[in-house]
């Protein structure tokens, strides 16, 4: 069996913390895993960096929290952090760190960031995910002044790791599978998909432990261009050659049911692609190495999902 212990550094997963509205402070926080679990402690920055784009909870937090630009950018170039935490009177910044130097851009040690933002009166530290989401947990609620917390969010953090390990297949399930994102405007009405491409959060995460394959790449139409582990399908033209035995829709899952059904109607054919014809077509929750605490809960849907 594949310990989830080995995979819980990062993960991804809905923002939960019960019925107790959690509390604002004056702070800047970078980094996705370190937001995530600071709500969960029943903590939100006044302003705070993620990214965005890739993690679907920060839509959530962004209608609390002053948002900058990715954490990747935001340490690159400090100033629109320095000027917003001036505009919000914070003097506070809380960032995560890995092997010494910042995680979200590894070309910045942690000595010049400091450095960097003392010039404005500023102070900066630093939480540190590669010894393990016990400690970091701990860690953090230590430097947000919430000790107390700690113990319970991670004792159901644990109720849910026991439950997705019980639930782990014994053996590979040795599925292929392809991974489909919908993107839906309301201002247009468009929708677009996306196919993810293999050896990214999924396949690592969800996919590989559970032994089963991403096909996504017999997906791609030739010269088509990766964009940040995905690439964009104008049609399921390639869904035969494929054949995957499962399909999984993230994202607005609207875009990928309306992809499907026009090809099916386009070519009938595809009916017998083992995932159309078994109607294993699931709409489940994306993996974005951000959220460590709704790991269990995630992994438990896919498992549920494909071993069907």
């Given at each position: 069996?594949?310990?989830?212990?080995?995979?819980?550094?990062?993960?991804?997963?809905?923002?939960?913390?019960?019925?107790?509205?959690?509390?604002?402070?004056p702070i800047v926080m970078v980094g996705d895993r370190l937001v995530d679990v600071a709500y969960h402690l029943g903590v939100v920055?006044?302003?705070?960096?993620?990214?965005?784009?890739?993690?679907?909870?920060?839509?959530?937090?962004?209608?609390?929290?002053?948002?900058?630009?990715?954490?990747?950018?935001?340490?690159?170039?400090?100033?629109?952090?320095?000027?917003?935490?001036?505009?919000?009177?914070?003097?506070?910044?809380?960032?995560?760190?890995?092997?010494?130097?910042?995680?979200?851009?590894?070309?910045?040690?942690?000595?010049?960031?400091?450095?960097?933002?003392?010039?404005?009166?500023?102070?900066?530290?630093?939480?540190?995910?590669?010894?393990?989401?016990?400690?970091?947990?701990?860690?953090?609620?230590?430097?947000?002044?919430?000790?107390?917390?700690?113990?319970?969010?991670?004792?159901?953090?644990?109720?849910?790791?026991?439950?997705?390990?019980?639930?782990?297949?014994?053996?590979?399930?040795?599925?292929?599978?392809?991974?489909?994102?919908?993107?839906?405007?309301?201002?247009?009405?468009?929708?677009?998909?996306?196919?993810?491409?293999?050896?990214?959060?999924?396949?690592?995460?969800?996919?590989?432990?559970?032994?089963?394959?991403?096909?996504?790449?017999?997906?791609?139409?030739?010269?088509?261009?990766?964009?940040?582990?995905?690439?964009?399908?104008?049609?399921?033209?390639?869904?035969?050659?494929?054949?995957?035995?499962?399909?999984?829709?993230?994202?607005?899952?609207?875009?990928?049911?309306?992809?499907?059904?026009?090809?099916?109607?386009?070519?009938?054919?595809?009916?017998?692609?083992?995932?159309v014809r078994s109607m294993a077509v699931y709409s489940l929750p994306a993996f974005v190495n951000s959220s460590a605490l709704g790991?269990?809960?995630?992994?438990?849907?896919?498992?549920?999902?494909?071993?069907?």
């Open positions: 069996m594949v310990m989830i212990a080995a995979l819980c550094l990062a993960a991804p997963g809905a923002l939960a913390y019960g019925t107790k509205a959690p509390k604002k402070i920055p006044e302003v705070m960096s993620v990214r965005s784009s890739h993690w679907p909870a920060s839509k959530e937090l962004e209608m609390v929290s002053d948002t900058l630009m990715c954490p990747t950018r935001t340490l690159g170039d400090t100033s629109l952090l320095v000027e917003t935490a001036k505009k919000h009177g914070i003097t506070r910044v809380i960032a995560e760190s890995r092997a010494g130097s910042c995680s979200a851009n590894s070309t910045i040690s942690m000595v010049k960031l400091e450095d960097r933002l003392k010039e404005h009166g500023m102070t900066v530290e630093f939480v540190d995910f590669s010894e393990g989401l016990e400690k970091a947990v701990q860690e953090i609620a230590a430097v947000l002044g919430v000790p107390e917390n700690a113990a319970s969010v991670l004792e159901e953090y644990k109720k849910k790791t026991a439950k997705a390990e019980k639930a782990m297949p014994k053996k590979p399930l040795g599925k292929k599978v392809v991974v489909l994102k919908g993107v839906y405007s309301e201002e247009t009405g468009k929708s677009f998909l996306q196919v993810e491409a293999p050896e990214g959060y999924t396949d690592r995460f969800l996919l590989e432990p559970l032994g089963c394959e991403n096909v996504g790449n017999r997906m791609f139409r030739e010269g088509a261009k990766e964009s940040h582990g995905y690439y964009t399908l104008r049609r399921l033209t390639n869904l035969g050659v494929a054949n995957p035995d499962v399909i999984v829709m993230t994202g607005d899952s609207y875009a990928g049911q309306k992809a499907l059904k026009e090809a099916l109607a386009r070519d009938p054919e595809l009916r017998n692609v083992p995932a790991y269990p809960a995630i992994l438990y849907k896919w498992i549920k999902a494909l071993e069907m």
